[in-house]
């Protein structure tokens, strides 16, 4: 079964820069793993902020960036504001006819 | 503006049935891929499985957990999107969501989902 890893927690300083990994048990993460990124604060969906690697949603703030970092998906957010505070999730595509798979999720605490 | 509403959900005993609904506005629903997504309480996100238009070949892939339990469909003459399950486990409780696949960008509020004697 295919397992989808990242960071339990961070935590981050107002104004700060962070980036947050999403890692695959199959190997490294490519363009072809699709990654997407969400947030979700507690008691709501998911919101989408990144597609097809780093692809931005016309809703998604310009300090969140996505992109590949040693056969990972990252996302980067720069000048960190109080409410980026949330739980952070990747989703990787293993092609047609395979499941996607979220990872654990990384929880972000702005302190 | 799109909008997808997920119902059904309730409380169910193990090994009973539900059939939760996703209606959607919006957008055109027959071009659509869906994808159902659920969150146990407390916990992560957990991809379900996914519905192709019918020009796509209507092909329906599932999450190991729920396969050959959970039978995805839809009914494009209703704009509307269906979530079988059936054996239901304790470990299924969960919110519920519906979501257009291509770019994930559409979501549902979602729909709890309680199994439990």
């Known amino acids: 079964q295919t397992v989808v890893t990242q960071e339990p927690s961070l935590t981050v300083s107002p104004g700060g820069t962070v980036t947050l990994t999403c890692a695959s048990s199959?190997?490294?993460?490519?363009?072809?793993?699709?990654p997407n990124w969400f947030q979700q604060k507690p008691g709501q969906p998911p919101r989408p902020l990144i597609y097809?690697?780093?692809n931005k949603h016309s809703w998604t703030p310009a300090r969140f960036s996505g992109f590949l970092l040693g056969g990972k998906a990252a996302l980067t957010l720069s000048g960190v504001q109080p409410e980026d505070e949330a739980e952070y999730y990747c989703?990787?595509?293993?092609?047609?006819?395979?499941?996607?798979?979220f990872g654990g999720g990384t929880k972000l605490t702005v302190l | 503006e799109v909008q997808l509403v997920e119902s059904g959900g309730g409380l169910v005993k193990p090994g009973g049935s539900l059939r939760l609904s996703c209606a959607v506005s919006?957008?055109?629903?027959?071009?659509?891929?869906m994808t159902w997504v659920r969150q146990a309480p407390g916990k992560g996100l957990e991809w379900v499985g996914r519905?192709?238009?019918?020009?796509?070949?209507?092909?329906?892939d599932y999450a190991a957990p729920v396969k050959g339990r959970f039978i995805i469909s839809r009914d494009d003459s209703k704009n509307t999107l269906y979530l079988q399950m059936n054996s239901l486990k304790t470990e299924d409780t969960a919110v519920y969501y519906c979501?257009?696949?291509?770019?994930?960008?559409?979501w549902g509020q979602g729909t709890l989902v309680t199994v439990s004697s």
């Open positions: 097809s690697t780093s």
């Open positions: 519905i192709k238009i019918k020009s796509d070949g209507g092909t329906i």
């Open positions: 989703l990787l595509s293993y092609g047609d006819g395979q499941p996607w798979v």
């Open positions: 199959t190997g490294a993460v490519t363009r072809d793993n699709y």
């Open positions: 979501t257009t696949t291509d770019y994930f960008d559409n």
């Open positions: 919006g957008f055109t629903f027959s071009n659509a891929w």
